[in-house]
C-alpha cells in the first residue's frame, strides 16, 4: 500500500514538471531522497515519462494526425513533399535522431553515472541560466511555420543533452529555440512534439528493466505513477501554453537555480545521498 501513495506522489511530481523547464527527472531523483524513499530507479523514471507523452498525443492529436499523414503522403506523393506538416514530420524525426543514439550509447552511464545528485544540482543551476539568458537574448521573430531542417537539428542535439537529469527536455530545447529566434509558443509547441519519439521510446526501451535492477517499484506501482502523470500532464500543457504567450521564463529559470543550489547544499551537509 505503501508503495502505491509513493506511487501517487511521483506520478503528481512527473505530471506537474515533465512540461516546465525544470527537469522532471531531476525532480524524481531529488524528491524521493528528501522523503526518504531512495531513488526510484532510471527504468521507473523512463515508463512513467510515457504518461505525460501519451497526454501530449491527446493533446496535439489534431496536428500529429495532420503532420503524419502529410508525411506519409509526402513519401508517395511529390505535391506534398513541399508542405509544412510533410517537413514538420521529417523535422522530428531528423531531431530525434541524437537523443535516440547517445540514449542506446550511454545507457550504463545514464543509469549509473549521471543520476549523481551532485551532478543534477549542477545542471540545473547551469542550464537554468542558459535559459533565463537565451530567453533574454532570443528575438522572438521566428513562428514555427519558419522552422528549418538546420534549426530542427540543433533543437534535437539541445534536447540529447536531456540524458543527463537536471538539463530538462523541454529546456535544453526551448534554449536552443530561443537563441535561434522563435517565439516561445512556437518554441515550446515544437518542444512538445519533437520529445514524442525520444521519451515513448526511452519508456517502450525500459519497460522490461521495471521488476528488475535498481528500480524500487514492480509493475503495479508504476502503472498507476503512469495513470496520475497523465492526467495531470494532461492539464500542465494546456497552461504551459497559456503561460508563455504573456509571460517569460524567469520564475522557471530563479526556481531551477534555488533548486540546484539546494541539492548541492543538503549534498555537501549528509542530509541526502548523493
Known amino acids: 500500500m505503501v508503495d502505491f501513495l509513493q506511487a501517487v506522489v511521483l506520478g503528481l511530481i512527473q505530471g506537474l514538471t515533465e512540461f516546465l523547464p525544470i527537469s522532471s527527472s531531476a525532480h524524481l531523483r531529488i524528491y524521493p531522497e528528501l522523503f526518504g524513499w531512495g531513488d526510484p530507479g532510471a527504468a521507473f523514471t523512463a515508463v512513467i515519462q510515457i504518461g505525460?507523452?501519451?497526454?501530449?498525443?491527446l493533446f496535439f492529436r489534431k496536428d500529429i494526425w495532420r503532420i503524419g499523414k502529410a508525411w506519409l503522403l509526402s513519401l508517395f506523393r511529390p505535391e506534398y513533399r513541399g508542405h509544412l506538416d510533410a517537413r514538420m514530420?521529417?523535422?522530428?524525426?531528423?531531431?530525434?535522431?541524437?537523443?535516440?543514439?547517445?540514449?542506446?550509447?550511454?545507457?550504463?552511464?545514464?543509469?549509473r553515472d549521471f543520476?549523481?545528485?551532485w551532478l543534477i544540482g549542477c545542471t540545473l543551476i547551469v542550464l537554468g541560466l542558459i535559459l533565463g539568458l537565451a530567453d533574454r537574448?532570443?528575438?522572438t521573430d521566428k513562428t514555427i511555420k519558419q522552422i528549418?531542417?538546420?534549426?530542427a537539428i540543433l533543437m534535437?542535439?539541445?534536447?540529447?543533452?536531456?540524458l543527463i537529469p537536471g538539463v530538462s527536455r523541454s529546456g535544453a530545447t526551448l534554449s536552443m529555440g530561443r537563441l535561434l529566434g522563435y517565439e516561445?509558443?512556437?518554441?515550446?509547441?515544437?518542444?512538445f512534439l519533437l520529445a514524442i519519439p525520444a521519451v515513448i521510446g526511452a519508456g517502450l526501451f525500459e519497460l522490461k528493466d521495471v521488476p528488475n535492477g535498481d528500480n524500487l517499484y514492480g509493475w503495479g506501482p508504476t502503472i498507476v505513477a503512469t495513470v496520475v502523470s497523465f492526467v495531470v500532464g494532461y492539464a500542465a500543457i494546456a497552461w504551459l501554453l497559456r503561460y508563455v504567450t504573456t509571460h517569460s521564463y524567469t520564475p522557471f529559470v530563479l526556481y531551477?537555480?534555488?533548486l540546484g543550489a539546494a541539492t548541492l547544499l543538503l549534498v555537501a551537509t549528509g542530509v541526502i545521498a548523493a
Open 256 to 258: 531551477r537555480v534555488a
Open 115 to 117: 543520476r549523481s545528485l
Open 184 to 191: 516561445r509558443e512556437a518554441a515550446t509547441r515544437y518542444a
Open 52 to 57: 505525460t507523452e501519451l497526454a501530449v498525443l
Open 156 to 162: 534535437g542535439l539541445a534536447q540529447a543533452l536531456a
Open 137 to 139: 537574448v532570443g528575438r
Open 89 to 111: 514530420g521529417w523535422f522530428i524525426i531528423t531531431g530525434s535522431v541524437p537523443i535516440v543514439v547517445l540514449g542506446i550509447l550511454l545507457k550504463d552511464v545514464i543509469e
Open 148 to 151: 528549418s531542417l538546420r534549426d
